[in-house]
């Protein structure tokens, strides 16, 4: 199965684009994690802010695949349903999965009857993901798929909850490594990320009241 995994190309001060070089890495780790003889292809679309509609044009055409993820960020949400929409205009039978923080706690947003997602992935997604694929690539159903919501014709059907893993579950030896690693900078970086929340709303807040904005949508939708 060929699959496409895309990060939203919507950035604010705190991560500009000229910084922004490396892979990203959670999409990375869920690329890693799928099953022998799929083939997995990853773009940061924050490195094509103002050729966004092409470059995702292009990647679509250029590896025709039957699964497309998403991963969004509560800002990044407008900008997640426009790429979706494009995606279904141009791979109408394509399955359109969005994951991340927002997803996870705004299921809703995201299962509205417009039918552009077809699953969420819930929570931690390495695990679920896999399984999504394995069920997607059988023809399997994918009512036992823990931590995912999907479409079931008209219904909107919220499997149950994945517990969060543990560093010994079924991931792969590589993933094992990037999951250990990116727990402990989480760890480390709790304390910092909420004093950051605080201070961005203040900016937002301040910038708004001024008629400008701080944070920078994607270009080119």
């Known amino acids: 199965m060929n699959i496409l995994l895309l990060s939203m190309p919507d950035s604010f001060e705190h991560m500009p684009t000229v910084a922004v070089r490396m892979p990203n890495g959670a ?5 890693a994690n799928v099953d022998r003889g799929h083939r997995v292809s990853v773009a940061d679309l924050i490195l094509a802010q103002r050729t966004v509609r092409e470059t995702v044009r292009d990647l679509l055409h250029r590896y025709q695949p039957a699964l497309v993820g998403l991963s969004v960020m509560t800002f990044q ?21 969005a ?20 699953s969420i992935v819930r929570g931690e ?21 823990a931590g995912l919501t999907w479409r079931d014709g008209g219904t909107v ?6 517990p969060p893993a543990q560093l010994d579950d079924d ?3 590589g993933v094992r490594c990037v999951r250990h690693l990116v727990v402990c900078l989480v760890e480390q970086e709790v304390r910092c990320l909420q004093s ?12 708004l009241s001024r008629g400008t904005r701080q944070c920078r949508p994607g270009l080119g939708l």
Request: aromatic residues 6%; proline residues 6%; charged residues 25%.
């Open 27 to 31: 999409l990375a780790t869920l690329a």
């Open 157 to 162: 059907v919220h499997n149950p909850d994945r």
């Open 125 to 145: 997604g390495e695990l679920t993901f896999r399984a999504l694929v394995r069920a997607l690539a059988r023809g399997d159903p994918l009512g036992s798929i």
């Open 171 to 173: 991931f792969f030896p």
């Open 196 to 207: 950051l929340v605080v201070t961005c709303h203040a900016v937002c807040r301040d910038e």
């Open 77 to 97: 949400r407008e900008t997640a349903r426009a790429i979706a929409r494009l995606v279904r205009r141009e791979m109408p039978d394509a399955h359109i999965v």
């Open 99 to 118: 994951g991340g923080y927002d997803p996870s706690l705004a299921v809703d947003e995201y299962t509205a009857n417009d039918g552009l997602f077809d």
